[in-house]
């Protein structure tokens, strides 16, 4: 059984990793995480324990740096939505493409590691790089501080800096944690590797805890305070740099032995191109393309490089299920903002959702491991690592299933959606006695329109061009009085019936077209009195209306329960009570008198509050997490079963390429392909099975192996078929 070896050969902590790699980039030549070290003093250990006191440091500092990377990309997309106003989909994919980023750049980091810098000082330096991304994108986020324009490009830059330094970094920590330990410790490192991805996951978790709240709860400048959640994370990527310096006098540091990735990658191009030379049909064909690269490489590398490219073969398929997984931090969350997030004793933020990952994560690998797979085995079902990432592929489709199902209920308390020559219309009654309303050419408004009747949905005008002028005809009390107003298409429109100086009157107000953003709900007032009016909602909240049914702008607001406003007229000083302004509501309030101390009024929902509620996400979480202990985990320690061992830096390159590329895919499709949210969400669930299939195929003809006996074999025939090599074209190699 490939999977029971392959956990088998995998160390401890490779059961505690989430979203970060199993593998480490290594040097050419050595024996991940090992190395061979020159000799150097014995370091300090902990408690008198085989540990080395530098491994306190490192894992403080990898704690410190992921909830400085998930803390800040938590409310990256809420950040674009809300403070750069840009849309859902522009949104989507500068996140995914910051995302896609984060994965190209490990391979860099690798590169400066092995062969120049070493990865002490190759975590250094990008680790102020880090830092300066996170501040530069911190003071981006202060509003007073230029306009838009500057806000975009600290933020770019910043986030191309820390893409530059989380990337960088990735594949250096880890395996300079496993450097520090001496080579007959190998129970230690194991060890270490669990505490190490543990804390991976802790500041995963908690910083999607508490950094929406920072961004939400806080006020800045009267807004969310985006500075304040940027900040936080900043600060701990401060803290972490320092951490790490601190123990530097501690740390065993190799030096620079080259990079095999970089090997790999000048054998299959030398391959290639002497391929491509050697077209002459006199030239006897090799038993494998790679072949052609024995003029310059050893054999060995040869195969070695052959059983690698045999696994990333079947890599190809992958990054679709990357692109389904990475949405959680900006589509389902976008989803969060649209639905009720009150669960009772807590109110959640939208982007807080995330964090059921990491936590789901830690619940379901021990209980996979312990319990899932020992239950399938006892069943005699030959649950091979194939199978069980083909079955991640099926949960993660299921998920968006899920999620297009929600994304259609909670499309039902949207607006209407607003065509070319069509607006919307309603009435709001507040005279007295009941209105019967006709409009020109229109055939709306059958009945009487009751006083302060809650008004019925939005009823459709239909233009005859971007905009026409309207005869409304009111009837009250056997008077019949008539309006012209204008009315432009995509427009939605309340007309307002009043009496003012003992005749009938009427006003056509704008009302929103579309939901508030962020689960904020939005007010406006109509001040029925004869005098103006000074409102106060909240320490923040001051609106001033005039008099005789003027109406006011609409203000956004928490949802939150309002009954301690004032009121304040001439006449004095009156409490106001408007009750809850729920989720993504929109309100009217009509103010129609003052008395015994207290404003009366009059409340209408204009647009209806979110009512699916955030619990609802629940289930697409649930099966999205699973997804991902089966797919990612148990893909990790196949691919590493099936490399020799010092190909094992090349198979994670790949592995992070298809992260990066399946972030690509998002981006792609939220720019070059935009559909209805639930329509995507349909497309994706559908690819991901077809490539589910694809790839089940591939695995069906994929022949498992043991890389040694397989170097055996190549060895073998390389022998058998030495000597049978004729003059080729001259490529001014050494042989």
Known sequence: MVGDKARGEMNAFQRNESKETLFTFI?????????????????????????????????????????SYYGMRAVLTLYFLSFFHWDENLSTAVYHAFSALCYFTPVIGAIMADSWLGKYKTIIYLSIVYVIGHLIKSVGAIPPLGNQEVHVILSMV??????????????????????????????????????????????????????????????????????????????????????????????????????I????????????????????????????WLDWASEKYSKQLIGEVKMVTRVLFLFIPLPVFWALFDQQGSRWTLQATKMNADFGIYVLQPDQMQFLNPLLILVFIPLFDLGLYPLINMCKFNFTPIRKMAAGMILA?????????????????????????????????????????????????QQPIESFQNPAEYSKLILNGEQQSLRFTLQHEGLSLAFNYTVKEKSVYSLIVFETEGSLSSRLITDLEAKPENGLAAVRFINGLSQDVNLTLDSEQFIAVQKNYSTSGYSLLKRDK?????????????????????????????????????????????????????????????????????????GLAFSYSQSPASMKSVLQAGWLLTVAVGNTLVLVVAEAAPM????????????????????????????????????????????????????????????
């Open 562 to 634: 309002y009954n301690s406003g004032k009121c304040i007229t001439e006449a004095g000083q009156f409490s106001l009570e408007l009750g809850l302004l729920d989720f993504g509501a929109s309100y009217t309030v009509v103010i129609t008198n003052v008395s015994e101390g207290a404003a009366k009024t009059w409340k209408s929902e204009d647009i209806k509050a979110n009512n699916v509620h955030m619990a609802w996400q629940l289930p697409q979480y649930l099966l999205i997490s699973a997804a991902e202990v089966m797919f990612s985990i148990t």
């Open 158 to 259: 910043g986030l191309f800096l820390i893409a530059l330094g989380t990337g960088g970094i990735k594949p250096c920590v880890s395996a300079f944690g496993g450097d520090q330990f001496e080579e007959e410790h190998t129970s230690e490192r194991s060890k270490f590797f669990s505490i190490f991805y543990l804390s991976i996951n802790a500041g995963s978790l908690i910083s999607t805890f508490v950094t929406p709240v920072l961004r939400g709860d806080v006020k800045c400048f009267g807004e969310d305070c985006y500075a304040l959640a940027f900040g936080v994370p900043a600060a701990l990527m401060v803290l972490a740099l320092v951490v790490f310096i601190a123990g530097s006098g501690l740390y065993r540091k190799t030096p620079p032995q080259g990079n």
């Open 397 to 445: 489709g299921m998920a968006f299933g899920l999620a297009a199902i929600v994304e259609v209920k909670i499309n039902e308390t949207d607006m209407p959606r607003l065509v070319p020559e069509e607006s919307l219309i309603r009435v709001l009654n507040l005279a007295k006695n009941p209105v019967q309303v006709t409009i020109q050419d229109q055939d709306l408004f």
């Open 676 to 735: 209805a949210q639930w329509a995507e969400f349909v497309m994706f669930t559908v690819l991901l099975f077809a490539v589910c299939i694809i790839f089940s195929i591939m695995g069906y003809f994929y022949v498992s192996v043991d890389p040694e006996d397989l170097e055996e074999k190549e060895e073998k025939r390389e022998t058998s078929s030495r000597g049978n090599v004729i003059g080729l074209v001259s490529q001014k190699t050494k042989l």
């Open 261 to 288: 990735l970089l090997e790999v990658c000048k054998c299959i191009g030398f391959a290639i191109k002497n391929r491509l030379k050697n077209r002459s049909r006199q030239i006897p064909k090799r038993d494998h």
């Open 27 to 67: 040097s050419a030549g050595d024996d991940p995480p090992k190395g061979d070290f020159p000799a150097q003093k014995k370091t300090p250990k902990l408690c008198g324990s085989n540990y080395p006191l530098s491994i306190a440091f490192i894992v403080v500092n990898e704690f410190c740096e992921r909830f």
